[in-house]
Antibody
């Protein structure tokens, strides 16, 4: 049974750096083809894909946010960490981590399991 | 870059009726398209992948079709629990500015 859970601050100030942790179970990020991604959703708005990390440490970022994002993994702890620098009120959103379905072919895939999400508010 | 456009933005349907949702890609994504359902306060749930394959546990009233640039999600007979927002996602290409569509809200008529 695959589960994921996001954790981190609920409130950050403008210009600060946000660090979110995704703790998962039911799969290993050392298994070939496995990936974990981050997606966010501002209140009342659509989903926005942010970043994804694969089992082999291949990392992909949204081009519009690439300069501000870093995704890392700790396989021994079953965790994926996302950092976002220079936070702004427009970054207020629910942040989700999700399991990227394994694929035999290298490349993006759909998200078959999602965490419950964590609401991050950016305000002074 | 590929842009995903969903229509309509809102669909008003009576329980028991059929709902048809559209997702269009600005360029071909082959069959690399997924559909998700999201209810208020909940995470998205995978419904369809590969444009037409139902995910585990998804009722048969949900069906997906299409390839290339035109895709459809059909809910054959709407149940009360189906009123939600539906998103499409392309996974054919990396570095997309908008992987997900903007969503279609299915509301009770």
């Amino acid at each position: 049974q695959i589960t994921l859970k996001e954790s981190g601050p609920t409130l950050v100030k403008p210009t600060q750096t946000l660090t979110l942790t995704c703790t998962f179970s039911g799969f290993s990020l050392s298994t070939s083809g496995v990936g974990v991604g981050w997606i966010r959703q501002p209140p009342g708005k659509a989903l926005e894909w942010l970043a994804l990390i694969y089992w082999d440490d291949d990392k992909r970022y949204s081009p519009s946010l690439k300069s501000r994002l870093t995704i890392t993994k700790d396989t021994s702890k079953n965790q994926v960490v996302l950092t976002m620098t220079n936070m702004d009120p427009v970054d207020t959103a629910t942040y989700y981590c999700a399991h990227n379905a394994p694929s035999a072919v290298a490349g993006p895939n759909y998200f078959d399991y999602w965490g419950q999400g964590t609401l991050v508010t950016v305000s002074s | 870059e590929i842009v995903m456009t969903q229509s309509p933005a809102t669909l008003s349907v009576s329980p028991g009726e059929r709902a048809t949702l559209s997702c269009r890609a600005s360029q071909s994504v082959s069959s690399n398209l997924a559909w998700y359902q999201q209810k208020p306060g909940q995470a998205p749930r995978l419904l369809i992948y590969g444009a037409s394959t139902r995910a585990t546990g998804i009722p048969a009233r949900f069906s997906g079709s299409g390839s290339g640039t035109e895709f459809t999600l059909t809910i054959s007979s709407l149940q009360s629990e189906d009123f939600a927002v539906y998103y499409c996602q392309q996974y054919n290409n990396w570095a997309p500015r908008k992987t997900f569509g903007q969503g279609t809200k299915v509301e009770i008529k």
